[in-house]
């Protein structure tokens, strides 16, 4: 450390004052500084300089604030908590018996259906088709598509028609009951399975 | 176990019950603290959108590691130094994206504070409170935000130089530099802002 101007004054020596001033260095080296800064004008003008802003900025920062009311910063702030614990992947342990499934029965099943395959494929010969005529009764049936309106028109003819658009031909809700099971003459088995089916709103945990 | 009166319950309770699951005394600490936090977050980025934006993520952020809070430091303490890192993450990737400001290329290329003249008067002198605070926070804008950080972390939050190194992933060499140099501009900056007021 010499007695020179700040534009000619080490950067080691700047830092270390700039340190000193902050209570950075240790005991005896802080000392060692505190003479340098009391002999040398240009230290003790830096030093007054850098002292001069950090008490300047003990007035502390401009008030700043958030404007929105409690009741919305907090729904920002809980709706992604929400999403990102909705988020995180759901592991789900598999059971041993699922393990030794997937272990055996996968690679055993896929293996069944290659050799049953080759079996059926390769060999032409020994499954020949059977041609047959109209009105053979060993020819194959189209299966008839069974509709959800079709099975209620058979369960209630009478109770179903279309809508018209105006109201007119509507039936009411209550005449159109799809949930609805046969009870088989037998009057304990219907509620007993609805109350199991349909669980009530005002207890959804049942 | 007696019910905790939310309103009126010391920070470190609230935190308690928090560390439990319970959602209500966690919004509780936000609504005392998010001035504060905000307030952090905003001096770093200087923009109020960001700062909104990374404040809340810093309470998202507390939320999922409270139970790592160990209560060895205060809880604004605490949330502090999350947002600080939230923002000085932010500040890197758009660092990384624009190119080096000015100030950064004069001081990485041998230090402009060496041409800078000491100045003999109080850039403060005379000065109201509010005034001063006032002519901080402007001088503070036109900082970089390396040199606004290393300022913000040592002044206002008490850090030292080797919890500012870490923090801001540079050497202390690196954080005695850009200390001097912000110091050294600020004050430049106040005593030009006041002969201005002067005019």
Known sequence: MSHIGIGAMENEDR??????????????????????????????????????????????????????SREFYWSQISSQIDMEEGAEPVVVEASPWMEWCRQWLVPVGGLAAIVVMIATVG????????????????APQEPKPTTAPALMRSASPAAFTEPNGNGEGEVPAKDVNVLSLPSDGNPNLQPSLNERTIPSIENPER | MPRLDIKNASDD?????SQRGRTEPYEELVFRHRD??????????????EAMDLSQEAWVKG???????????????????????????????????????????????GGIERRMEVELFN?????????????IDLA??????????????????????????????????????????????????????KKERQR
């Open chain 2, 13 to 17: 309770e609230l935190v308690r019950a």
């Open chain 2, 140 to 193: 503070m804008e036109k900082l970089s935000y390396e040199h606004r950080t290393v300022l913000l972390l040592h002044e206002f939050e008490g850090l030292e130089y080797k919890e500012i190194a870490k923090a801001m992933h540079c050497s202390i060499g690196t954080v005695m530099s850009r200390l001097f140099y912000a110091r050294r501009r600020l004050g430049n900056l106040l005593i030009s802002l």
């Open chain 1, 123 to 138: 060999t032409p010969a020994s499954d020949p088709q059977i041609p047959y005529s109209e009105g053979d009764t060993a």
């Open chain 2, 123 to 135: 850039p403060t002198e005379r000065m109201e409170r509010e005034e001063l605070r006032e002519q």
């Open chain 2, 63 to 109: 939320w999922q590691r409270l139970k790592q809070f160990k209560r060895d430091a205060s809880f604004t303490t605490w949330m502090t130094r999350i947002v600080i890192n939230l923002c000085l993450d932010h500040l890197r990737k758009k660092q990384r994206q624009a190119t080096d400001s000015l100030e950064k290329i004069e001081e990485d290329g």
């Open chain 1, 15 to 68: 830092l270390k004052l700039q340190a000193w001033l902050d209570g950075e260095l240790p005991t005896h080296e802080a000392a060692r500084v505190a003479d340098w800064v009391e002999a040398n004008p240009s230290a003790r003008e830096l030093a007054e300089e850098l002292r001069a802003v950090k008490v300047a900025l003990k007035v502390g920062e401009m008030p700043v604030s958030v404007e929105d």
């Open chain 2, 36 to 49: 504060k936090i905000y307030a952090r977050a905003f001096s770093m980025l200087r923009n109020e959108d």
